[in-house]
T-cell receptor
Framework: GAVVSQHPSRVICKSGTSVKIECRSLDFQATTMFWYRQFPKQSLMLMATSNEGSKATYEQGVEKDKFLINHASLTLSTLTVTSAHPEDSSFYIC????????????FGPGTRLLVL | TQLLEQSPQFLSIQEGENLTVYCNSSSVFSSLQWYRQEPGEGPVLLVTVVTGGEVKKLKRLTFQFGDARKDSSLHITAAQPGDTGLYLCAGVAAAGNKLTFGGGTRVLVKP
């Protein structure tokens, strides 16, 4: 199956700093990448959908200026949490799909963010 | 209210017992998927069911898609400690534009 990687796997940062998380599709071209957020003992919630070369589409309630998404190539999307606060601490998971197929998404291993 | 309701939220059983997890919705789905997620990792796809009434088996796991394509179940026979994890159903509703996840069922199989 297709492989998606995330980097870093975990990050600790101080409140007020920005953190960048990378999502890479290693063996296929991902026209669409998705970013999810998962709180402890809860399910995955879609934050935004990004298509290569265009602006991301954010879900209701997700601040686009807070969570900057860039999908500059077919194998890389980045999520930057700007001016992070403790409430941004969470598990962030990306997925990638070919040709925007919603039902066939390959998930990354996740990035655990802890904001102190 | 979630589009996909999973039950139970938590299940603790002894090794060798059977268990069933349910995923229900009032919406029709073109397909439903089941994932298993371990702590600190991303979800791993177990199966996709597409046709109403479909039954798929994966070793000791049996997946069923409801006739009306609004619900699904996951049954594990003779559970083992290695089956411990968070089980998630997910799907794209007929008029939807995103993959929606159920709330998840946390399964603990004690040796």
């Amino acid at each position: 199956g297709a492989v998606v990687s995330q980097h870093p796997s975990r990050v600790i940062c101080k409140s007020g700093t920005s953190v960048k998380i990378e999502c890479r599709s290693l063996d296929f071209q991902a026209t669409t990448m998705f970013w999810y957020r998962q709180f402890p003992k809860q399910s995955l919630m879609l934050m935004a959908t990004s298509n290569e070369g265009s602006k991301a589409t954010y879900e209701q309630g997700v601040e686009k200026d807070k969570f900057l998404i860039n999908h500059a190539s077919l194998t890389l999307s980045t999520l930057t949490v700007t001016s992070a606060h403790p409430e941004d601490s969470s598990f962030y998971i990306c997925s990638a799909s070919y040709r925007g197929n919603l039902e066939t998404q390959y998930f990354g291993p996740g990035t655990r963010l802890l904001v102190l | 209210t979630q589009l996909l309701e999973q039950s139970p939220q938590f299940l603790s059983i002894q090794e060798g017992e059977n268990l069933t997890v349910y995923c229900n919705s009032s919406s029709v789905f073109s397909s439903l998927q089941w994932y298993r997620q371990e702590p600190g990792e991303g979800p791993v796809l177990l199966v996709t069911v597409v046709t109403g009434g479909e039954v798929k088996k994966l070793k000791r796991l049996t997946f069923q898609f409801g006739d009306a394509r609004k619900d699904s179940s996951l049954h594990i026979t003779a559970a083992q400690p290695g089956d411990t994890g968070l089980y998630l159903c997910a799907g794209v509703a007929a008029a939807g534009n995103k993959l929606t996840f159920g709330g998840g069922t946390r399964v603990l199989v004690k040796p």
